[in-house]
């Protein structure tokens, strides 16, 4: 198993500490998964690695590392919505399940220092599982990130730099010093380790349901949680287990949407944006590293792309939590463009919403 490139073809081992291909482009893995079946799943193992047989896993590193991420609950909003509560995990948000197995990867490696970057989430989940591994961590995070978010980071142990300007600008900020100081970049973009655990969100949903929900709502900023569902729901129908992909609505902010506009215009790239200020920090990605692969995603399987209203987010939370559900701003954003789905479509019935981060977390 390697990596291959996404633009060139090149492999390389999955050992290097290379971030991407010398040409620029991003890794992907060269790995063919076995055909999904629920009878190789581990019942024995409560984490996500009881999909292990599905996933690049490479040694039992992912035993001294697992904080029993995964393995949440299916719930009914009402007649129409299910909710998968991924907020439900050790740091409160859906990237524990990529943040295990990249810092699993990063151990079987030798890495003994990372540096990530992050609008929070994700870079208070590598932070986690580094301080786990025993890992030194290093985060970067725009200015005006959650205050909870980053005290949670450094509670870890990691290193957090807040840097002015564009969760974009932040991202560039944080690869030269990976770049210029050969710092192993544990980034939830770059690395296809990450979405190897992004993946079990689908895993978790067929096992639990039998079947997987006729429309799935997805918030789409750099694409770890798309990414993710899409591979595994190509498993699942290479495996026999579904027969078509199902009804797939990517959320943009509409504040942020450069796929929005790229799908609009029928464009292969992501549309050149400014980012304007949105309560949904989490998927406020105006240069989305994966855009082109996502963009093939979209077109492959006519996944609709819709845009958030950025005056219905408060509201949508309100109603979340008035029935228990406290979300942060991002996951609240889902919802809301979930409502302005049906509005535009009439009542949609057999929908499943990630709840990917908890309210505690976005509240400032």
Known sequence: ???????????????????????????????????????LIDNDTWSIFRYRAFMVIEGDSWREISLGE???PV?????????KMDYLMPTLSFKDRGAAVLAAHCKSIGVNSVVQDSSGNAGNSVAAYCGRAGIGCEIFVPEGTSPKKIDMIKSHNAK????????????????????????????????????????????EVYEQLHRIPKNIFIPLGNGTLFIGVVKALEELMNSGIIDKMPNIIAVQSENCDPFAKAVIAGEKYPAAVIPKPTMAEGISIGVPMRGEEILE???KYNIEVITAPENRI?????????????????????????LKYCELNG????????????????DH
């Open 314 to 338: 408060i509201e949508s939370r309100a109603a979340l939590a008035s029935k228990g559900i406290y979300c942060e701003h991002t996951t609240a954003a889902t919802y809301a463009a979930y």
């Open 1 to 39: 198993m390697k990596y291959i490139c996404s633009k060139c073809s090149m492999t390389a081992e999955v050992t290097t500490l290379k971030s991407k291909c010398d040409c620029g482009g991003l890794w992907k893995l060269d790995y063919t998964p076995p055909k999904f079946d629920l009878s």
């Open 70 to 72: 995964g393995m949440t």
């Open 160 to 203: 957090v730099n807040i840097i002015p300007g564009s969760r974009d600008n932040c991202a560039d900020v944080c690869r030269a010093k990976a770049d210029t100081e050969g710092i192993y970049y544990a980034s939830h973009v770059y690395s296809p380790f990450f979405y190897e655990g992004t993946k079990t969100y689908i895993y």
């Open 347 to 362: 009542k949609t019935s057999d929908c499943l919403i990630p709840m990917c981060g908890a309210g505690l977390k976005s």
């Open 75 to 83: 719930i009914a909003l009402d007649e129409d919505v299910l909710l």
């Open 297 to 299: 995603y979209i077109y």
